[in-house]
């Protein structure tokens, strides 16, 4: 029975599926924005177009261009008269899916996707300053954003000054009248302190600013910064969203008007856009985002307590742990702590590589939000080119310690961890 019914289906199949090819490419109807979905099935079918052949998994427009069927339908596109798209450098149909589904993640209007997430940061930065300019920025930030506030910005006449962070008379007291964006990360890396988004958001807007996010250690399941006041977000998809270290990727989200007024001629003719190929890895990335992010929760909610009760740590750093010096604002601001976790070792840089070097199933990388569990030595590595007094500010010592919770069992992860602290004693 099964039998026939497959071959009739597919003797019916075959000359209409002819017919689709040889006719048009208008895409099949489908229903890939209902408002009542909750979070994690937007995340499977959020902003999927399918084309003719109704395929399952979002398509891989691997085009740089496009055809017009005639000169005016050019003149047309080209005019914004006819919908459509022109070069993949402004817009691609399996970007625009990746884009689409981050803008339903985070509650934004608009998205726009670029080649990684340092590409994010500096278009959201450089797009709406100009030389006189001024900006604010908290001092704890990833190594080359700080580069791009303290170092690049300057270059083209704007102002920057770096502030703690924690300390919302700082932001107030710095703000100047040319300031115009303010931009902040948290939790911080790699000490997971943590900013109050919607006090820092109050001041920009008082003095006429922008605040943009940098939402990476958070993840867009943990902290929504639009909804706490700020008016720009941006992440390094490379981490969490893709999660299994494959594509380098990133993405502004905000509001349409911002979107169109101050990032939209900057990204159309400075090229930082995605790839169509890593959006649509990271597309995939999102449909498992969810779990991912609370599974990885879960085990560092329990790796931060083994750590925290462990003698050979000083202090261990868990946002979503009772010990944080900021326990119960982390509550207020986040849906839960994070999938990292900062420590440090006593014993100081020797102990600290001896117990890296002591780990089977953690590897030793610099990268984070992988499936993989990834640990890293920050004065090192990631925060080497910091000065001795920066280190110390953010409180990053030689005994300092970040680890970034993968998918493995974590009795597999307890135990690796437990085993290298007694091998490097
Ligand atoms: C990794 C990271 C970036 C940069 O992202 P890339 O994709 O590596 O360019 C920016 N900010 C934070 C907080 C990060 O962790």
């Avoid at 959201?124 to 303290?150: M, P």
């Avoid at 943009?212 to 977000?233: H, M, R, S, Y």
Wanted: contains cysteine; negative net charge; aromatic residues 8%.
């Amino acid at each position: 029975m099964l039998f026939i019914r497959l071959q009739l289906a597919i003797g019916f199949f075959m000359p209409e599926s002819q017919a689709i090819l040889d006719e048009s490419i208008i895409a099949m109807p489908i229903d890939n924005k209902n408002p009542n979905w909750r979070s994690s099935t937007k995340m499977v079918h959020g902003g999927t177009t399918r084309s003719p052949f109704g395929e399952t998994s979002e398509a891989l427009f691997l085009t740089q261009g496009y055809i017009y069927d005639s000169a005016e339908s050019a003149e047309a596109r080209f005019m914004g008269e006819e919908e459509g798209y022109v070069y993949s450098r402004y817009a691609n149909p399996t970007v625009s899916m990746f884009e689409e589904r981050m803008c339903l993640l985070e509650g934004a209007e608009k998205a726009f996707a670029t080649a990684t997430g340092m590409a994010a940061v500096t278009a959201a930065i450089a797009c709406q300053l100009s030389a006189g300019d001024h900006i604010l920025a908290a001092r704890a930030l990833f190594g080359s954003c700080r580069y791009v506030c303290e170092k690049l910005m300057p270059q083209y006449g704007v102002e920057c000054t770096l502030v703690d962070g924690k300390d919302i008379n700082a932001w107030k007291a710095a703000i100047r009248p040319n300031t115009k964006v303010l931009f902040l990360e948290s939790p911080t890396n790699p000490t997971l302190e943590l900013v109050d988004i919607a006090a820092v958001a109050d001041i920009a807007h008082e003095a006429g600013a922008k605040l943009i996010v940098d939402n990476v250690f958070a993840t867009p399941i943990w902290q929504k910064p639009l909804e706490l006041g700020a008016d720009i977000v941006v992440y390094s998809a490379t981490k969490h969203i893709d999660g299994q270290g494959r594509c380098l990727g990133g993405v502004i989200l905000s509001d349409r008007e911002w979107m169109d007024e101050s990032l939209y001629d900057y990204y159309r003719h400075t090229g930082p856009s995605m790839s169509p190929f890593n959006a649509w890895v990271l597309l995939k990335g999102l449909e498992t985002l969810t779990v991912r992010v609370q599974q990885q929760t879960n085990s560092a909610e329990k790796i931060a307590q083994f750590l925290f009760e462990h003698d050979d740590v000083n202090r261990m750093l868990y946002p979503g742990h009772p010990s944080h010096p900021q326990a119960n604002f982390a509550a207020k601001q986040m849906i839960r702590g994070s999938t990292l976790i900062a420590f440090e070792l006593k014993g100081g840089k020797r102990r600290s590589f001896a117990f890296e070097n002591a780990l089977r199933t953690v590897q030793i990388s610099n990268n984070l939000g992988d499936a993989k569990s990834l640990i890293t030595h920050p004065s090192t590595t990631t925060h080497k080119n910091l000065s001795d007094e920066d280190r110390e500010e953010l409180q990053i010592t030689d005994g300092t310690i970040r680890l970034s919770v993968g998918l493995e069992d974590v009795d597999d992860l307890l135990e690796d961890i437990d085993k290298a602290l007694i091998a490097s004693a």
